[in-house]
């Protein structure tokens, strides 16, 4: 088994990806919404990279529809990207979800040339890690990143499902720099993941924004046991 880690997903070509797993990042906040989502009663995801066609879908069957731009809601949107607003489960029974962010939603859809598609972050790390090591392949550790720029909290997300590959191995397996820069930046944090996601720059503006609840949310390590699997068009947990 070989890892390798691919810094912004928008960089990320087929050959990196060609059968192997991928888990894909955007800790803040678009994977952790996912994982929040789908544990809390959310039968699927549709990642979605336009909003147009997000409204089209959700106005179509009946989906919940979510999303953000610049860290905000969509004007208009019932929802945004805050995983705090998905933690209490579904509303009016709509269990269906059509979410469209910045950054998280296109990167999962890039990825979708690898031979399996898991959503990871530091709240399901665990779980993420169990899963890609039973696959027995390759891993592809894509990191959404930030506009098309690294960002720190991905690297670190990605570098704490690399403690519980570790971890659950028992070994160090072969990996790739960047990918032990992750796992390196991890065990810095490991004590405080909070305060990694507050240095990133990211994480800085959604402090900005009055996000901060948010940040403590998607610092919670192995929160959940959840593991969302992209099947094409939509996610679904495991």
């Given at each position: ?7 912004v ?13 991928a ?9 952790s919404?996912i994982v ?17 066609e ?13 999303g ?8 208009g ?5 805050s995983?705090l ?10 269990d269906?979800?059509?979410l ?23 709240i399901?790390a ?5 899963t890609a090591i039973?696959?027995?392949r ?13 960002a ?7 570098g ?12 160090v397996?072969?990996?790739?720099d960047q ?10 944090y490991?004590?405080d ?22 940040l403590r949310?998607?610092?919670?390590l ?9 099947a ?7």
């Amino acid at each position: 088994m070989n890892i390798n880690l691919i810094p912004v997903a928008s960089a990320a070509g087929t050959e990196a990806m060609s059968g192997a797993t991928a888990v894909v990042f955007d800790v803040l906040r678009a994977s952790s919404t996912i994982v929040t989502a789908l544990s809390s009663g959310y039968r699927m995801v549709y990642p979605v990279v336009n909003v147009e066609e997000a409204v089209q879908i959700a106005r179509e069957r009946g989906f919940c529809l979510a999303g953000e731009r610049g860290g905000q809601k969509i004007p208009g949107f019932p929802m945004g990207n805050s995983p705090l607003e998905f933690s209490t489960g579904p509303v009016a029974g709509a269990d269906i979800l059509v979410l469209t962010t910045s950054n998280g939603t296109a990167a999962i859809r890039k990825a979708s040339t690898a031979e399996k598609v898991l959503i990871g972050s530091i709240i399901n790390a665990r779980a993420v890690a169990r899963t890609a090591i039973s696959e027995g392949r390759d891993i592809a550790l894509i990191c959404a990143g930030s506009d098309g720029l690294y960002a720190l909290e991905d690297i670190l997300g990605a570098g704490f499902v690399l403690m519980e590959i570790v971890a659950t191995a028992n070994s160090v397996p072969a990996m790739d720099d960047q990918a032990l820069t992750a796992l390196c930046l991890a065990r810095y944090y490991q004590q405080d993941p909070l305060a990694g996601l507050m240095e990133a720059n990211h994480g800085k503006k959604l402090l900005g924004l009055g996000l901060k609840s948010d940040l403590r949310w998607c610092s919670r390590l192995n929160l959940y046991d959840t593991v969302p699997i992209f099947a094409g068009n939509y996610i679904k947990g495991s």
